[in-house]
């Protein structure tokens, strides 16, 4: 049974930075493909960056493309969003998720794994 366990998210001023983690544990098939999602009150949840297996392919919104990155190290199961220029509209309940090939990465319905969240707070 795959868990991710988030971590970073916090308190930042506008303009600032931030680093999310995410540290998978559990079966390695079920992290192929791994992404950060993120929702504001009274909004959906929407897609904000993913990244395959072997950082080939990364995929991002167009609202944080520039400002974040989304990478990952295999050999701690971990993936990170480097977020810079932060602005309040970034602000938002950040969630990892995982799941196997095959799965389109932009689509949230699609993932079967997923963090708890973990809170980003963004001031102007």
């Known amino acids: 049974q795959l868990q991710l366990v988030e971590s970073g998210g916090g308190l930042v001023q506008a303009g600032g930075s931030l680093t999310l983690s995410c540290a998978a544990s559990g079966p390695t098939f079920s992290t192929y493909i791994m992404g950060w999602f993120r929702q504001a009150p009274g909004k959906e949840r929407e897609f904000v960056a993913a990244i395959n297996w072997s950082g080939s392919s990364t995929y991002y919104a167009d609202s944080v493309k520039g400002r974040f990155t989304i990478s990952r190290d295999n050999a701690k199961n971990t993936m990170y969003l480097q977020m810079n220029s932060l602005k309040p509209e970034d602000t938002a309940v950040y969630y990892c998720?995982?799941?196997?090939?095959?799965?389109?990465?932009?689509?949230?319905?699609?993932?079967?794994?997923w963090g708890q969240g973990t809170q980003v707070t963004v001031s102007s």
């Open positions: 998720a995982s799941d196997r090939a095959g799965t389109p990465p932009r689509t949230s319905g699609a993932y079967d794994y």
